[in-house]
């Protein structure tokens, strides 16, 4: 697996370093570290310290670099470092496509450059615009048991598919625990169900048979993700919840104890996921790092 670590040097971009420490890589596995900077004085004002801003650059990048490297050293991957100068989110995605990776990994939050006012948009923005998987990792909240702990939210769509197949690419320990979820919707959305269940006998008919279908349809999605996933992970727990994926999927993960919520980029069911809301949703307010999948 060849890996792009994008870096800047703070600590979310080094607990991004350590969580990759704890894979399972190989010697044919490949991780470029890079750190992408956009500092290129255009205005009068600013050319007279050109000079000096490269001086400074030229010495701080390699230290950057150097100390992630430094965290990963005792992985058996293959390690390299390299630089861009660009808005970080164009040089990040533009790197990844040109070395042909198949993931990109950044810290939840720290990234700079222009619009990184807002917390976490150049990180946001790679997720977006990546045509590959994307990393985003967050600093547990608890201390790590020793066991990675995955959550993979699945609809049966052709992107959960996806990042299912991801899954059995990733170098995760080999004691990695696993749990497929599936979110039903609630039926009659926008009428909370216990009122809807009160209002007459054919209300309650339909809500019955249509919850019945939903469910046997939840286990057959679960069932494929399991068959499908049961030569990687030796121990796979099975989730069905109701409610909205966006609320269910981090929550579900909370109650697991998860390290890493594995979900794709669209294709949840409903007009939210229709716009792919889920998984911003999900990057936006997991407590613990995401795995979002391209299809």
Do not use: Q
């Not at 390690?79 to 040109?98: C, G, L, M, Q, R």
């Not at 699945?154 to 059995?168: E, R």
């Not at 469910?215 to 109701?242: P, W």
């Amino acid at each position: 697996m060849k890996i792009l670590l994008a870096t800047d040097g703070s600590e979310y971009s080094e607990k991004a370093a350590k969580f990759l420490a704890g894979f399972n890589f190989s010697p044919s596995d490949e991780i470029n570290i890079l750190h992408a900077i956009n500092w290129i004085p255009v205005t009068t004002e600013w050319e007279a310290l050109s000079y000096n801003i490269n001086e400074i650059r030229d010495e701080v990048v390699p230290k950057i670099l150097a100390s992630t490297a430094d965290i990963l050293k005792p992985v058996k991957a293959k390690i390299s470092t390299s630089f861009k100068e660009d808005y970080p989110d164009k040089a990040i995605v533009e790197a990844s496509e040109e070395s042909g990776v198949d993931l990109i990994v950044m810290g939840a939050r720290g990234m700079r450059g222009i619009g990184s006012y807002i917390i976490g948009s150049v990180t946001k923005l790679v997720a977006l615009k990546s045509s590959m998987p994307v990393l985003i990792v967050r600093p547990p909240k608890k201390e790590m048991t020793g066991k990675l702990k995955v959550l993979f939210a699945t609809d049966g769509s052709v992107y959960s598919d996806a990042i299912g197949k991801f899954l059995l690419s990733m170098p995760f320990p080999d004691n990695t625990e696993l749990t497929v979820l599936n979110v039903i919707p609630t039926v009659f959305e926008d009428i909370p169900e216990r009122f809807a269940i009160e209002i007459n006998d054919r209300i309650k008919n339909i809500v019955a048979a249509s919850r019945e279908k939903e469910l046997k349809d939840s286990e057959e999605i679960i069932k494929k993700a399991r068959n499908d996933l049961s030569c990687k992970f030796a121990k796979i727990e099975k989730l069905t919840r109701f409610g909205d994926p966006s609320v269910e999927i981090p929550s579900a993960a909370d109650a697991a104890n998860a390290d890493i919520i594995a979900v794709g980029t669209s294709g949840m069911r409903g007009i939210k996921g229709m716009l792919g809301s889920v998984s911003r949703y999900i990057i936006n307010h997991s407590g613990c790092s995401v795995l979002i999948g391209k299809k």
